[in-house]
């Protein structure tokens, strides 16, 4: 079948009963501690789950620091830690890093995008919200389809490769494995939505990173590696056993790797639409703050730099130097390619090294960047299905507590399907490496029509329609003719090589664009209006009421133009809005310039309304009898220039890092040239730094900034405690 075989249960580390507990107990202290925050967010910082707008979108108002932390543990799957160890052991250094400048781009593009979204289509919940307003339903069903499809490979294939690492490990049953994966994220998912996946992001970045820093450190200082200098000293004493065929010299301490650039290459698609595609970052860009988007996104970007870098070449390198020493598990037997393929590297050098506790540790590391994959996935598939599937074609007049209900039935319905999935794929003989190359073919196509929907007024609907089919087409014709013209047979192990899924990633990525130009210049007048994406309101309970708008000065943030409410005088008016453009082009004359309206009250959603008292009733899903011309951005003129401003830092960014990742860093190291022992030490060196670094990113400072809230629910808790010790005393 291929290289990558699944189901390898190699040397037992840890056994059964204990991996049973850690699964079980670390799923059942997850759940707990969620609920418990959750209780404490209801009762003391006014925050409810129990509403649609709080569980899909936490009400809009997640700050700097926690959006940072929840990108950075939806963006931390297994692969940047446990695969990222096993590819640097075998291709060498060079994978560590093609992997890192694979994982920031995206998340780059994706804080442009999303602040762009911020601007045009303010009250959205998802993004295939966005594309039934734009395209229509057949539009919309395709873009279902599409993101469906990249949230059910992802987390299927992450759930069916921690399974199959326990296995590996404990000899844990893998269906049992996989049944218990997923288990606990459900039920703090289903009750706390999306601000529960923030919080647990949160401690599972903490926890992860604390474990990842460890890992790292004690591998390197341990007496049986000796430091950057003793390491660099094995590799190179056994280089002649080490010979990678494709590396300059065959040297594991080369950048200049043929199969390391192609899988960077290859892993850049992939992770692009694992992305873009994916509504959980979507989500998580409508949830935070106004001004939070951009700086979070790209704290996160910059901090998940160093985790595939520090901890695979420390791993990687150093499971390289010992396998063939007694203190290695497989020793006297070969470490063989099946175990290494199955990800069995990193597992095996922490019990060299570290011993039992260590592979404790990476168990729970396991744990973390599971789960954290799930829950945000599952809040994704949730929303999709209730938002974009049951309120749109099933129950139309559905009510926001109708909507909660079959969000949480949603997730629950998520976990059984893709543990379903997760099983047929293991039983089937599924390749992890295949479904890695086949991936990127069929969920790239939809990206750059997606981008285009709120970057390009003259994508039409049947180029947002035709353009990801026929892209899909091309990227899986170019991928199977390939493997027939270079291997002479279209097989798994043909169409699993390195080039011929690289040319049909490209096919997919970059042909729906040819695809969208040239069907769009079928209507050469087409000019979409961004105005209509503003028909697109909140969920009834958070459209605000005349008579109750806040007089406090507008906030950076929807919610915190509601969250007041309570405080205001019956008394307080509208005042007359000021002009607000919904492009960076602020000239009058533009098309995109939101005329203002005289005095006029607003409907729920904050858009103003001239004319008569009766106006319309809105519906979140379609469009209503109101002119464009009469609605009114829900942002005052200060925040959308904040907006711009944001948009314009984003784009900055991104090209920064695209110019900086693939270009200026890796390829003036792409030539004939084997690391030296100090260029090595300060090479991995700067990657240990890197985790310290992203540890204060996503770590410490979300402590920082969310100080007030932490202040506050811990006073509420502290008061309660002492009135319920109090009454206990008084009995």
Same mark, same amino acid.
């Given at each position: 079948?291929?290289?990558?075989?699944?189901?390898?249960?190699?040397?037992?580390?840890?056994?059964?009963?204990?991996?049973?507990?850690?699964?079980?107990?670390?799923?059942?202290?997850?759940?707990?501690?969620?609920?418990?925050?959750?209780?404490?967010?209801?009762?003391?910082?006014?925050?409810?789950?129990? /509403?649609?707008?709080?569980?899909?979108?936490?009400?809009?108002?997640?700050?700097?620091?926690?959006?940072?932390?929840?990108?950075?543990?939806?963006?931390?799957?297994?692969?940047?830690?446990?695969?990222?160890?096993?590819?640097?052991?075998?291709?060498?250094?060079?994978?560590?890093?093609?992997?890192?400048?694979? $994982?920031?781009? *995206?998340?780059?593009?994706?804080?442009?995008?999303?602040?762009?979204?911020?601007?045009?289509?303010?009250?959205?919940?998802?993004?295939?919200?966005?594309?039934?307003?734009?395209?229509?339903?057949?539009?919309?069903?395709?873009?279902?389809? +599409?993101?469906? /499809?990249?949230?059910?490979?992802?987390?299927?294939?992450?759930?069916?490769?921690?399974?199959?690492?326990?296995?590996?490990?404990?000899?844990?049953?893998?269906? !049992?494995?996989?049944?218990?994966?997923?288990?606990?994220?459900?039920?703090?998912?289903?009750?706390?939505?999306?601000?529960?996946?923030?919080?647990?992001?949160?401690?599972?970045?903490?926890?992860?990173?604390?474990?990842?820093?460890?890992?790292?450190?004690?591998?390197?200082?341990?007496?049986?590696?000796?430091?950057?200098?003793?390491?660099?000293?094995?590799?190179?004493?056994?280089?002649?056993?080490?010979?990678?065929?494709?590396?300059?010299?065959?040297?594991?301490?080369?950048?200049?790797?043929?199969?390391?650039?192609?899988?960077?290459?290859?892993?850049?698609?992939?992770?692009?639409?694992?992305?873009?595609?994916?509504?959980?970052?979507?989500?998580?860009?409508?949830?935070?703050?106004?001004? !939070?988007?951009?700086?979070?996104?790209?704290?996160?970007?910059?901090?998940?730099?160093?985790?595939?870098?520090?901890?695979?070449?420390?791993?990687?390198?150093?499971?390289?130097?010992?396998?063939?020493?007694?203190?290695?598990?497989?020793?006297?037997?070969?470490?063989?390619?099946?175990?290494?393929?199955?990800?069995?590297?990193?597992?095996?050098?922490?019990?060299? $090294?570290?011993?039992?506790?260590?592979?404790?540790?990476?168990?729970?590391?396991?744990?973390?960047?599971? /789960?954290?994959?799930?829950?945000?996935?599952?809040?994704?598939?949730?929303?999709?299905?209730?938002?974009?599937?049951?309120?749109?074609?099933?129950?139309?007049?559905?009510?926001?507590?109708?909507? +909660?209900?079959?969000?949480?039935?949603?997730?629950?319905?998520?976990?059984?399907?893709?543990?379903?999935?997760?099983?047929?794929?293991?039983?089937?003989?599924?390749?992890?490496?295949?479904?890695?190359?086949?991936?990127?073919?069929?969920?790239?196509?939809?990206?750059?029509?997606?981008?285009?929907?709120?970057?390009?007024?003259?994508?039409?609907?049947?180029?947002?329609?035709?353009?990801?089919?026929?892209?899909?087409?091309?990227?899986?014709?170019?991928?199977?003719?390939?493997?027939?013209?270079?291997?002479?047979?279209?097989?798994?192990?043909?169409?699993? *090589?390195?080039?011929?899924?690289?040319?049909?990633?490209?096919?997919?990525?970059?042909?729906?664009?040819?695809?969208?130009?040239?069907?769009?210049?079928?209507?050469?007048?087409?000019?979409?209006?961004?105005?209509?994406?503003?028909?697109?309101?909140?969920?009834?309970?958070?459209?605000?009421?005349?008579?109750? $708008?806040?007089?406090?000065?507008?906030?950076?943030?929807?919610?915190?133009?509601?969250?007041?409410?309570?405080?205001?005088?019956?008394?307080?008016?509208?005042?007359?809005?000021?002009?607000?453009?919904?492009?960076?082009?602020?000239?009058?004359?533009?098309?995109?310039?939101?005329?203002?309206?005289?005095?006029?009250?607003?409907?729920?959603?904050?858009?103003?309304?001239?004319?008569?008292?009766?106006?319309?009733?809105?519906?979140?899903?379609?469009?209503?009898?109101?002119?464009?011309?009469?609605?009114?951005?829900?942002?005052?003129?200060?925040?959308?220039?904040?907006?711009?401003?944001?948009?314009?830092?984003?784009? !900055?960014?991104?090209?920064?890092?695209?110019?900086?990742?693939?270009?200026?860093?890796?390829?003036?190291?792409?030539?004939?040239?084997?690391? /030296?022992?100090?260029?090595?030490?300060?090479?991995?060196?700067?990657?240990?730094?890197? *985790?310290?670094?992203?540890?204060?990113?996503?770590?410490?400072?979300?402590?920082?900034?969310?100080?007030?809230?932490?202040?506050?629910?811990?006073?509420?808790?502290?008061?309660?405690?002492?009135?319920?010790?109090?009454?206990?005393?008084?009995?």
């Amino acid at each position: 079948m291929s290289s990558l075989a699944l189901g390898v249960h190699g040397v037992t580390l840890v056994p059964q009963e204990t991996g049973y507990g850690l699964l079980i107990g670390l799923g059942v202290a997850f759940c707990a501690i969620i609920l418990a925050a959750i209780k404490i967010q209801k009762a003391y910082l006014s925050e409810d789950s129990g /509403t649609s707008e709080m569980f899909m979108v936490a009400n809009r108002s997640v700050g700097i620091g926690l959006t940072a932390s929840a990108v950075f543990s939806s963006w931390m799957w297994i692969n940047e830690t446990v695969f990222a160890a096993a590819m640097c052991y075998r291709f060498g250094l060079a994978v560590p890093l093609w992997w890192a400048t694979g $994982l920031c781009f *995206q998340i780059c593009l994706m804080a442009a995008l999303g602040v762009l979204a911020k601007i045009r289509v303010p009250y959205a919940h998802t993004s295939l919200e966005i594309i039934k307003m734009r395209y229509g339903k057949i539009g919309h069903v395709v873009f279902i389809i +599409l993101n469906l /499809t990249n949230n059910v490979f992802g987390c299927a294939s992450m759930i069916l490769t921690g399974s199959q690492l326990i296995f590996g490990i404990s000899g844990m049953h893998f269906v !049992a494995a996989t049944v218990l994966i997923p288990l606990g994220v459900v039920l703090y998912t289903a009750v706390g939505g999306l601000k529960a996946t923030f919080l647990t992001d949160y401690l599972h970045t903490t926890v992860a990173l604390v474990l990842i820093i460890y890992f790292t450190l004690s591998i390197l200082t341990h007496e049986a590696v000796g430091g950057l200098g003793g390491l660099y000293d094995k590799v190179m004493a056994t280089a002649a056993e080490n010979y990678i065929p494709g590396n300059f010299e065959g040297s594991l301490l080369t950048m200049k790797s043929k199969d390391a650039i192609i899988w960077g290459l290859i892993l850049k698609f992939g992770n692009l639409a694992l992305v873009v595609m994916d509504t959980a970052f979507w989500q998580k860009s409508f949830a935070s703050e106004v001004s !939070a988007t951009v700086p979070g996104y790209n704290l996160a970007a910059i901090a998940i730099f160093g985790i595939p870098w520090g901890l695979g070449t420390v791993i990687g390198l150093t499971a390289r130097a010992i396998h063939n020493t007694p203190i290695f598990p497989s020793y006297p037997g070969p470490f063989t390619t099946a175990e290494v393929n199955a990800g069995l590297v990193m597992p095996y050098t922490v019990k060299a $090294l570290i011993g039992d506790q260590g592979i404790v540790a990476f168990f729970v590391l396991l744990f973390m960047a599971l /789960t954290s994959t799930v829950s945000s996935s599952m809040i994704a598939v949730s929303s999709i299905l209730s938002f974009d599937v049951y309120k749109n074609y099933i129950n139309p007049k559905a009510s926001d507590k109708r909507l +909660l209900k079959v969000s949480h039935l949603a997730v629950v319905a998520h976990a059984i399907f893709i543990t379903g999935i997760s099983l047929a794929l293991n039983y089937g003989g599924a390749d992890m490496t295949w479904i890695g190359y086949f991936r990127p073919i069929i969920s790239c196509p939809g990206i750059i029509p997606l981008a285009l929907t709120i970057c390009w007024k003259g994508q039409t609907r049947l180029a947002a329609i035709l353009a990801p089919i026929l892209g899909f087409f091309t990227g899986l014709a170019i991928w199977l003719s390939t493997a027939k013209a270079l291997y002479g047979d279209i097989t798994l192990t043909t169409t699993e *090589q390195g080039l011929p899924a690289l040319y049909g990633a490209c096919g997919s990525l970059f042909s729906p664009a040819l695809y969208s130009v040239l069907i769009s210049r079928f209507q050469p007048d087409y000019e979409f209006d961004w105005r209509e994406f503003l028909r697109i309101e909140l969920a009834p309970e958070f459209q605000t009421n005349p008579n109750e $708008l806040s007089e406090s000065s507008e906030e950076s943030s929807i919610s915190d133009e509601k969250k007041d409410r309570s405080r205001v005088d019956d008394k307080d008016v509208v005042a007359s809005p000021e002009p607000a453009y919904l492009s960076g082009d602020e000239t009058p004359a533009s098309r995109d310039v939101i005329e203002p309206s005289h005095a006029a009250p607003r409907d729920g959603s904050g858009i103003v309304v001239s004319g008569s008292e009766k106006s319309p009733h809105h519906s979140r899903n379609g469009t209503t009898a109101i002119p464009l011309d009469d609605i009114q951005h829900p942002f005052s003129a200060a925040t959308l220039q904040q907006l711009r401003r944001w948009y314009k830092i984003a784009w !900055a960014v991104f090209v920064f890092v695209v110019l900086v990742t693939f270009v200026a860093w890796p390829m003036p190291l792409y030539r004939d040239y084997v690391f /030296t022992k100090p260029f090595f030490s300060g090479w991995t060196s700067v990657a240990i730094a890197w *985790q310290f670094l992203a540890f204060l990113a996503v770590a410490v400072y979300p402590l920082y900034d969310g100080r007030r809230e932490i202040a506050k629910g811990t006073r509420g808790v502290w008061k309660a405690a002492g009135a319920f010790l109090g009454r206990l005393r008084r009995r």
